[in-house]
């Protein structure tokens, strides 16, 4: 202003009068430029307002936003909260029902929880549909009849707490569907798979996880076999000879697989016709491994959730992926090797059990072997199990052993507490059988547990126990060519008698005689007391049993060379197989199975095909002898017996016949009133009460023997002064011939009748 100002006092006059003017004109101007000025800043003020309350409100915004989501992390927190709580509630009410500090009043809470679940999974239980007598269906397909109020609030319990998990498991539904839509374009590591398996698959989810994982482990088979392999296959199903080699076993376990299921309850359920077509096309796949116990199990259940030909690869997965090749086979030899590694580490892990098993002769491995050929089916809830297989179809063999601790660790207080070996056994049985806590048994499988074995060194000691297996067979041949037998009650070794007898009765008045003389064994068929030569060996014979299945009647013998031969009626050899020890005794079942105890404390089970067996741990002592009490198998095992289902073999019952470990089961012998049992190196013989419904059979009778005959072939009759009835051989009437006569004085007839 001031610059223009000066210039206009330099000007000329004559241009004073164009400057005033202009000047005029600019004052003119200047008024209306001020007012438009002052218009502008009016509305800038406006909108500063504006802005400062466009910032107030954003300002509030973020604050009510990060509010609000503080106030979602607490309900979700505490939503977390509250279904803990209703979890750890169910699972309190599971427990305590049932027992006298339970109060009944609080089921309404549960009816509550059930109605409310419901409303979310409407395939829950109701009240009404476990009432007394009715049959519930489950999502699975499993039938469910409860006849009374406390297992059926029990099954209510497990399915409320199972819903709970599943809801935490829905956690990770995007985390599932992002793994699995990875695992499709094939860039999912296993690592992921693992920590998600591990974290739990929604229900679901599952049959897609599963589905997923097999093709991971069978893309390459699939591809050299071409994409109609399993057409192929079952097709061939009633024409190869494979087949009918497996034929007769799988027919004859198709109706026993599953049966409480609705897809395998019958004959001719669907489910039924699938099983059947995947465990012929598996045995027509691997031949040398062929259809072996627990197979069925294993796909039924896999056919729950999967089409047949992906049962068939799930199949496949387990058996040349996830488990060693001969886990199946060679008498269960992966399975035997699995279970010495389970105790080396329940040795490390749970010291305290380790000799708590210890100190009262328990083997776990009796308990074991049927966790791991099933895989835990019928072993652990039905729920459990699933996620344990979730588990293993991605961590393989380790997680079987992880399991079979955690399971133990689980309950190591309750176990400890028990000083019965027979309430020991039972609790091995029931407790596994009753948990349903998944997410702690997880914990303690892979948090609890560390530092682990890796996989490497479970493959190592697999390699090292498998050696000392082949060592003790070939030691166990070799030891056999000398004929010389192992005294297990005085545990040194003496020479055999050069001469001996033994004899079985067939049908239709017919006898099976074993006569062995100086390592050659001969068995004569004796009708009327009149022998002929049945068969000749040139071993010797250390058992014989006479079976009469239902196709045909055969006799078996067992040798020194640890063989089973099975002989048909005509003398022509039906089979042969190889024992893992030298053999103590040899019974016929019924449902066409022999049994053979061994010298390593082990029962071998024959099946009615006469090629698939399995064998049962007892105990480290060899098993003498057995008895057939009703469906009930007696097994002399050192100084016990150990009752087992003949169904099952799952253990019944055991007691101690002796509380001196010097003295062994010898002979046993069912007869009217019970079971007589003799003793190695005693001149007493004690009758047990085999009807006992609680707790282990008691002694009712002791006997005396005249002498020490040393067994117990039979008691007939109901008399005190029992007649032992044996063969005789007679040189000077060259026969066999039957001599009965008073073997036994009664000693100590206490409450015999």
């Not at 300002?59 to 803990?84: C, G």
């Amino acid at each position: 202003m001031w610059f223009t100002r000066s210039r206009a006092q330099t000007m000329p006059s004559t241009q004073g009068t164009a400057i005033e003017k202009s000047r005029a004109h600019s004052h003119d101007s200047g008024i209306a430029v001020m007012g438009s000025v002052s218009s502008s800043n009016i509305d800038f003020a406006s909108c500063m307002d504006h802005v400062t309350e466009f910032q107030l409100l954003s300002d509030l915004y973020n604050e009510t936003t990060q509010k609000a989501a503080v106030f979602e992390v607490e309900k979700q927190s505490m939503q977390q909260a509250l279904a803990s709580l209703k979890q750890d509630y169910v699972l309190l009410a599971y427990h305590s029902i049932g027992s006298t500090l339970y109060d009944y009043r609080n089921l309404s809470r549960i009816e509550e929880l059930l109605l409310e679940a419901c409303k979310a999974n409407p395939a829950l239980p109701t009240i009404e549909s476990v009432a007394p007598g009715l049959c519930h269906i489950d999502q699975f397909g499993f039938k469910h009849v409860f006849m009374e109020k406390v297992p059926a609030m029990q099954y209510v319990c497990r399915q409320l707490n199972y819903h709970y998990v599943n809801e935490t498991f829905l956690k990770n539904e995007n985390s599932c569907r992002k793994v699995l839509d990875n695992v499709a374009n094939g860039k999912i590591l296993m690592r992921t798979l693992k920590e998600l398996a591990r974290a739990g698959i929604p229900a679901d989810y599952r049959a897609i996880f599963w589905s997923f994982v097999v093709r991971m482990s069978t893309n390459e088979l699939r591809d050299k076999q071409g994409l109609h392999y399993f057409l192929d296959l079952k097709r061939m199903v009633t024409k190869a000879e494979v087949s009918r080699t497996f034929h007769e076993q799988i027919a004859k376990d198709l109706p026993r697989t599953l049966p409480t299921n609705c897809h395998f309850s019958h004959g001719d359920s669907e489910g039924i016709d699938k099983l059947y077509v995947v465990l012929q096309s598996f045995c027509l796949h691997c031949p040398e491994i062929g259809y072996c116990q627990g197979m069925n199990f294993i796909a039924a259940i896999s056919l729950l959730f999967l089409r047949s030909e992906e049962s068939f690869w799930f199949l496949v997965t387990i058996t040349s992926g996830l488990l060693p090749v001969n886990y199946f086979t060679g008498g269960l030899q992966g399975v035997l090797i699995t279970q010495q590694i389970i105790q080396e580490l329940i040795k490390q892990k749970l010291p305290a059990m380790y000799n708590h098993f210890k100190s009262l002769d328990l083997d776990i491995a009796g308990i074991t072997i049927r966790w791991l050929v099933g895989l835990f089916y019928d072993v652990v809830p039905f729920e459990v199990m699933l996620h344990i297989w979730d588990c293993f179809l991605v961590d393989g063999q380790k997680a079987l052993i992880r399991f079979s601790l955690a399971l133990l660790k689980a309950h190591e207080k309750q176990l400890l507490a028990i000083s019965e070996y027979s309430q020991l056994m039972d609790a091995l049985k029931v407790l596994p059988a009753a948990y349903c806590d998944i997410q702690t048994l997880v914990k303690i499988a892979y948090k609890d547990l560390k530092p682990f074995p890796k996989r490497r060194d479970i493959s190592i000691k697999q390699s090292y126990y498998l050696k000392l297996f082949q060592k003790a067979e070939a030691k166990t041949r070799k030891r056999t060519q000398s004929l010389v037998c192992f005294d297990a009650s005085l545990g040194r070794e003496r020479s055999c008698l050069r001469q001996s007898y033994e004899a079985v009765l067939g049908n239709k008045g017919a006898a099976w005689v074993l006569e062995t003389l100086e390592g050659k064994s001969t068995v004569y068929k004796v009708i009327d007391g009149v022998s002929s030569s049945f068969i000749t060996v040139d071993f010797s014979v250390t058992c014989i049993a006479y079976c009469d299945f239902t196709s045909r009647s055969v006799v078996a013998v067992c040798t020194s060379e640890c063989k089973l031969l099975v002989f048909g009626l005509v003398g022509e050899e039906l089979s042969t197989v190889s024992l893992k020890d030298v053999p103590f005794c040899i019974l016929s079942l019924p449902e066409d199975r022999i049994v053979v105890g061994l010298a390593d404390g082990s029962v071998m089970v024959l099946q009615a095909d006469l090629q698939e067996v399995f064998y049962i741990h007892l105990g480290s002592h060899p098993v003498g002898c057995f008895s057939l009490v009703a469906d009930k198998l007696w097994c002399g095992c050192g100084n016990r017996v150990i009752i087992l289902d003949t169904r099952s073999f799952d253990v019944v019952n055991t007691f101690q016949a002796s509380h001196r470990t010097g003295k062994h089961v010898n002979a046993m012998t069912a007869g009217e009133h019970g079971v007589w049992i003799s003793l190695t190196s005693s001149t007493m013989i004690t009758l047990w009460n085999m009807m006992a419904m609680v707790g282990p059979p008691q002694p009712v009778v002791a006997l005396l023997w005249e002498r020490d005959l040393g067994t117990v072939i039979s008691c007939p009759g109901s008399q005190i002064g029992t007649l032992i009835s044996r063969w005789t051989w007679s040189h000077s009437q060259n026969k066999w011939f039957s001599e009965t006569g008073p073997a036994v004085t009664t000693y100590g007839l206490l409450g015999y009748e």
